[in-house]
């Protein structure tokens, strides 16, 4: 076995007494100002990052903070960073940017920057020289540090930059403070050792290292006992969990336990590289009581020239060989994906095989993304890079194709019977529900029913991102 990348006990007991200091902090400052110090957190980016903000903000709770939706208001404003793409980069730097006025107008505010941005020396360094009014910014591996970093900015009234270069590590024992009572996030493992060349992830998130199983099994059983309808598993690439720690154990090994668990819940993944997904993972979904039929499998490209300069390690005919298994063997089986348009040196003919490949899987959806060029990434300097026209024209047939094929999947649904899990009222129509099925289809009737109740809904109208239906008994 090769030791899992824990911090120790005795860092990790530390951390608490920090969360104790600021805890007494805090107390001054309500005996002061009658009200607890007040607290924004506002993430950026994908699951992994929702879930890391869930440890800041249950860390935040225990040291006394209550929490706002308004930043002006808040007396501790942090925003958890995204470094995959150049435009949310720019968002986080306008956002902070607009935050100078309300330091100028209460200079006890403490501004803090975390996440996969700010772990890139460039980053920090814009940061520190253009954002004086930011007081602390700690990367992904300084997450744990949290308090301590917190407690010096208010004792010592100084700036923090938190950003090491760190291979990473793992932490149990945080506070996780968890806004949704009916889905929940669960993070099995950390960075990623593939190295796609458009990627920045690995060079911020580290190595792959992975949790213990009974750590990720303790922690699943709690949710099932609080009532939790949908737990999705989260790693950059969940297929490889556990290779670090070469127990004999694989992630399909840890479906399995979980699987085996008594209670009304449904587990989720994501995400899957098509690499690491292995026949075993597919006939453990196929023979599972509680695993969904929705698979997150990113392809990416269908051209295997550009499969190779993106450092993918499968070809186009191994990602269909994997759908045509699952779809054979896993009834019901839908997908949604990942693909990149205007990679480097992409041809037309290159995108025709995306688009074909895209034909013959039908995937229920797909998020697609237009190539941004990440400094530090291989794929940014390489020769051939496309035109932003190219892009967007590439982008746009792409998204119709997709809209096409998502509404006819839709369709298959008029007239029939699904089960929807309730995840709230609708934001813009209050008389109606929303839901999401097995497959992850979302849902709008109308109805108005508790977070987390499932509920049988006839379908009635079918678009390209969703359905509308009747509760099936009335
Ligand atoms: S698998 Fe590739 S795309 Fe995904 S996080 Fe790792 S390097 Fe990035």
Not at 74 to 82: E, G
Not at 366 to 392: C, N, V, W
Request: charged share 25%.
């Amino acid at each position: 076995m090769v030791e899992p990348k824990y911090i120790s006990d005795a860092e990790l007991l530390s951390q608490w007494d920090y969360m104790k200091k600021v805890s007494a902090i805090s107390a001054d400052f309500q005996s002061i100002q009658g009200r607890p110090p007040s607290a924004y957190t506002k993430t950026f980016g994908c699951q992994q990052n929702e879930n890391d903000t869930e440890r800041i903000n249950g860390m935040l709770e225990e040291m006394g903070y209550v929490f706002t939706d308004r930043p002006e208001n808040a007396d501790f404003i942090l925003f958890n960073t995204c470094a995959v793409r150049d435009h949310a980069e720019q968002k986080v730097y306008g956002t902070v940017g607009s935050l100078a006025s309300v330091k100028r107008a209460r200079p006890d505010t403490v501004i803090a920057l975390c996440g996969c941005m700010v772990q890139q020396p460039s980053a920090a360094e814009e940061i520190r020289r253009k954002y004086r009014h930011v007081n602390l910014l700690f990367g992904p591996h300084a997450l744990y540090r949290f308090p301590e970093n917190l407690y010096r900015v208010l004792i010592e009234k100084t700036r923090i930059f938190d950003n090491a270069p760190s291979d990473g590590n793992l932490t149990e024992g945080l506070p996780v403070k968890r806004e949704d009572k009916t889905r929940a996030w669960v993070s099995i493992m950390s960075g990623c050792n593939n190295f796609c060349t458009y990627c920045i992830v690995p060079h911020v998130r580290g190595r792959e290292r992975s949790r213990l199983p009974e750590q990720i099994l303790k922690e699943v059983a709690s949710l099932i006992k609080q009532g939790y309808k949908e737990i999705t598993l989260l790693g950059q690439n969940v297929n490889s969990y556990c290779n670090d720690l070469d127990i004999g154990y694989d992630f399909s090994d840890l479906l399995k336990e979980i699987d085996a668990m008594e209670g009304d819940f449904t587990i989720r993944f994501m995400t899957s590289h098509p690499k690491d997904a292995s026949e075993k993972l597919i006939d453990t979904i196929a023979n599972s009581r509680h695993i969904s039929r929705h698979i997150h499998l990113p392809f990416q490209s269908g051209s295997n020239r550009i499969l190779k300069l993106m450092n993918r390690k499968y070809t186009r005919e191994d990602y269909l060989n994997l759908i045509s298994m699952a779809k054979e063997r896993i009834k019901g089986v839908v997908f949604t994906s990942d693909v990149i348009v205007g990679f480097p040196t992409e041809t037309e003919e290159d995108f025709q095989d995306t688009m074909s490949l895209i034909r013959e899987v039908e995937f229920d959806g797909l998020f697609t993304f237009i190539y941004s060029p990440r400094t530090g990434t291989p794929a940014a300097t390489m020769e051939g890079q496309i035109t932003d026209e190219i892009k967007h024209d590439r982008y746009n047939r792409l998204s119709a194709l997709q809209a096409e094929l998502s509404t006819l999947s839709n369709q298959k649904l008029v007239g029939q019977v699904v089960s929807v899990l309730v995840t709230g009222q609708n934001d813009k129509d209050p008389s109606l529900c929303d839901g999401r099925t097995d497959t992850n289809k979302l849902v709008h009737f109308p109805g108005n029913y508790p977070q987390g109740t499932q509920v049988s809904v006839r379908i009635d109208r079918a678009l390209h991102w969703g359905m509308y239906g009747t509760l099936a008994d009335k």
